[in-house]
């Protein structure tokens, strides 16, 4: 079976500005495949791009939308489906629902010898609030296992009364904040093996306290970091991020990623990787992101410099050495060979 026109679904969850799908929407299209992404009620950037080979509508109930991603795969004999979020990595029962439950992946990590943040778990968001007054703050809550298309995303709580954010739903978890440095791992794990490695280091992060990389870059590879991951992806196939912060492991995402532009950019096409394996025909040896390799997702880069310059951790220099453009750097939506996207995105609201 040869690449070109290979179908490939991208199961979006649908976010009208999620930059996943977008970025996995863009790689797998440079490297000869055609991807098809799911739309819902409003319009994505992924499906703007020059690089989305269809769109395959779905509706926001879960049932129906894993109906409707199941039978598309058949009907285009797709090579993949890519997951663009852990609740559909759940729905659709991809490899990596497991890791989803951060209980498993707890005990994994402690198993292979990493630190993980003490935590304690609650049944809902009723019970969080009734415990509140024991809680160490600054924490961090999160959802035990992300079962549900409506987004929920890790969140600092410096007080009771920021858990009123959290919505209402199933267990979450309560992490105490760790302030120390940010770096993940990403790479593709298919038959046991590691085929593609990516090691980054987070500069800023949107929003404060529990965001996600809105700049980074591309360091070293750390070899024990990657043998000890190996136990925690045991079993997987595919795409995986690992986030880490001061060295304790925090999160595992088993699918593509936010930032995923960065590791394309650095010669690690993961998307296409994962596909080529499927295909029967993985890397001899572990593809390696280049280092030094810059990330920008340029609108939340602008707002964290913007606070960090308002709150004094940075000055006029460091913020304009901050924003200075570097050339090479990998961008999560603008890009001059597919500039519909960044069209799309600045011309109709926030993003996401």
Not at 57 to 66: I, K
Not at 79 to 97: I, K, R, Y
Not at 276 to 293: D, I
Request: glycine residues 10%; positive net charge; proline residues 8%.
């Amino acid at each position: 079976m040869t690449t070109a026109g290979r179908h490939v679904i991208v199961a979006d969850e649908g976010r009208p500005h999620g930059r996943t799908a977008l970025a996995t929407v863009r790689a797998l299209g440079r490297a000869g495949y055609a991807p098809v992404v799911t739309v819902g009620p409003r319009p994505t950037l992924a499906q703007a791009s020059r690089w989305c080979a269809g769109v395959l509508p779905v509706p926001d109930d879960v049932e129906g939308w894993t109906t409707a991603v199941t039978e598309a795969a058949a009907r285009l004999d797709a090579l993949l489906v890519m997951p663009a979020g852990d609740a559909a990595v759940v729905a659709l029962g991809l490899p990596g629902a497991d890791l989803v439950d951060k209980r498993l992946v707890r005990a994994r990590a402690l198993d292979a010898g990493l630190r993980v943040p003490e935590e304690q778990s609650y049944d809902g968001r009723e019970a969080l609030l009734a415990a509140a007054a024991t809680l160490p703050f600054p924490v961090v809550v999160k959802p035990k296992r992300r079962t549900s298309l409506v987004p929920f995303e890790a969140m600092r709580a410096d007080g009771p009364g920021d858990l009123e954010r959290v919505p209402a739903g199933g267990p979450v978890v309560v992490q105490p904040f760790l302030g120390g440095g940010l770096t993940a791992f990403a790479g593709v794990v298919a038959d046991g093996r590691l085929l593609a490695a990516v090691h980054q280091r987070y500069q800023r992060i949107w929003p404060p306290g529990a965001g996600v990389s809105c700049a980074a870059v591309t360091v070293p590879a750390d070899p024990d970091l990657e043998e000890r991951l190996r136990h925690v992806l045991a079993d997987h196939e595919g795409i995986a991020q690992v986030q880490l912060v001061d060295g304790h492991l925090i999160d595992v995402n088993p699918r593509p990623y936010g930032s995923l532009s960065l590791a394309v950019r650095a010669g690690a096409n993961l998307p296409a990787l994962w596909c080529a394996a499927a295909e029967g025909r993985p890397p001899a040896t572990t593809v390696r992101a280049r280092e030094g390799v810059r990330y920008r997702w340029l609108d939340a880069d602008l707002r964290a410099v913007w606070r960090q310059l308002r709150t004094g951790e940075t000055g006029l220099a460091g913020a304009a050495a901050a924003l200075a453009p570097r050339w090479g750097t990998a961008h999560s939506i603008e890009d001059w060979g597919d500039p519909r996207p960044a069209l799309r995105r600045y011309g109709t609201g926030r993003s996401s």
